[in-house]
T-cell receptor
Framework: GDSVTQMEGPVTLSEEAFLTINCTYT??????LFWYVQYPGEGLQLLLK?????DKGSNKGFEATYRKETTSFHLEKGSVQVSDSAVYFC???????????FGQGTELSVKP | GAGVSQSPSNKVTEKGKDVELRCDPI?????LYWYRQSLGQGLEFLIY????????KSGLPSDRFSAERTGGSVSTLTIQRTQQEDSAVYLC????????????FGPGTRLTVL
């Protein structure tokens, strides 16, 4: 079946450091890919998405590129801030099906 | 406008009791999803509704779990004869329809089974 694998956390970085959170997927067909974020004490919210190969999703300085050849959707940010501390989830969804399939989540902690 | 709301926000129950969790989707959203977030299992899909019907209920872990949606709006997730392994945060999400990419999540119900 379809699945998503993320790098394990927690990830601890200093402010202004470069961030990469790896995400790979296994799926039939061509799913859409997502990064969701869960800030402390808040609900899950969409950070960015890409719906086809080579698409780049971006938001709030975060980017991820849909790589079909490597079945990956790695999340990157050039300079993290303390306010980026959260749990990040990679997910996939088939266009014709409703459900999101999530990775295990990666906790990010950014220290000043 | 109002987002997805869930009630109660916290529920503590004793093993063997039944519980009902409620979800109010965003007005006009025809698709509604239930997920479960637990330490050992991460974020798991349970069931989704398009209107009042459930095209995919493949994630329900056992026949103790059921869900319904009436009037194309509010949904109730019922867990019968709760077990300790049912302890988790139950998340509800909605979207304009099931083909729409973004799902909008509620704050969740934290269920603790003693």
């Amino acid at each position: 079946g379809d699945s998503v694998t993320q790098m394990e956390g927690p990830v601890t970085l200093s402010e202004e450091a470069f961030l990469t959170i790896n995400c790979t997927y296994t799926a039939t067909g061509y799913p859409s890919l997502f990064w969701y974020v869960q800030y402390p004490g808040e609900g899950l919210q969409l950070l960015l998405k890409a719906t086809k190969a080579d698409d780049k999703g971006s938001n709030k300085g975060f980017e991820a590129t849909y790589r079909k050849e490597t079945t990956s959707f790695h999340l990157e940010k050039g300079s993290v801030q303390v306010s980026d501390s959260a749990v990040y989830f990679c997910a996939l969804k088939h266009n014709q099906g409703g459900k999101l399939i999530f990775g295990q989540g990666t906790e990010l902690s950014v220290k000043p | 406008g109002a987002g997805v709301s869930q009630s109660p926000s916290n529920k503590v129950t004793e093993k063997g009791k039944d519980v009902e969790l409620r979800c109010d989707p965003i007005s006009g959203h025809t698709a509604l999803y239930w997920y479960r977030q637990s330490l050992g299992q991460g974020l798991e899909f349970l069931i989704y509704f398009q209107g009042n019907s459930a095209p995919d209920k493949s994630g329900l872990p056992s026949d103790r779990f059921s869900a319904e949606r009436t009037g194309g709006s509010v949904s109730t997730l019922t867990i019968q004869r709760t077990q300790q392994e049912d302890s988790a945060v139950y998340l509800c999400a909605s979207s304009p329809d099931s083909s729409y990419n973004e799902q909008f999540f509620g704050p969740g119900t934290r269920l603790t089974v003693l």
